[in-house]
């Protein structure tokens, strides 16, 4: 099995991501970058059925305390809309 390890992004505004096997379930490294207490998951409803609930639940194993929602968008280019931007928005205010 490979280690995780970090990629640099370039563009105008470059940004790191890391990749490697098994990083779903390290809730520690997911957690860390989420500020606050609360958190809103957002995906679509092809990536939502085998990903959300272990995401969720690795969030909530390593922070109990974090309020945590979730939203679901259909897949495709034809979701990315003014419309499925207020349903994200909506869940963000029903989340507090």
């Known amino acids: 099995m490979t280690q995780p390890h970090s990629i640099e992004v370039a563009g105008a505004r470059p940004y790191r991501i890391t990749i ?3 990083l779903l379930s390290d809730g520690a490294a997911l957690a860390a970058h989420v500020r606050g207490r609360q958190a809103l998951v957002v995906s679509d409803d092809r990536v939502a059925p085998p990903y959300l609930q272990p995401l969720c639940d ?3 194993a ?3 305390d ?3 929602a979730s939203h679901v968008i259909a897949a495709g280019e034809a979701s990315k809309t003014l419309d499925g931007f207020t ?3 909506d869940a963000l205010a029903l989340l507090g």
């Open 58 to 60: 690795a969030l909530q």
């Open 20 to 22: 490697g096997h098994g």
């Open 62 to 64: 390593a922070r109990p």
């Open 87 to 89: 349903g994200v928005i």
């Open 66 to 68: 974090l309020v945590l």
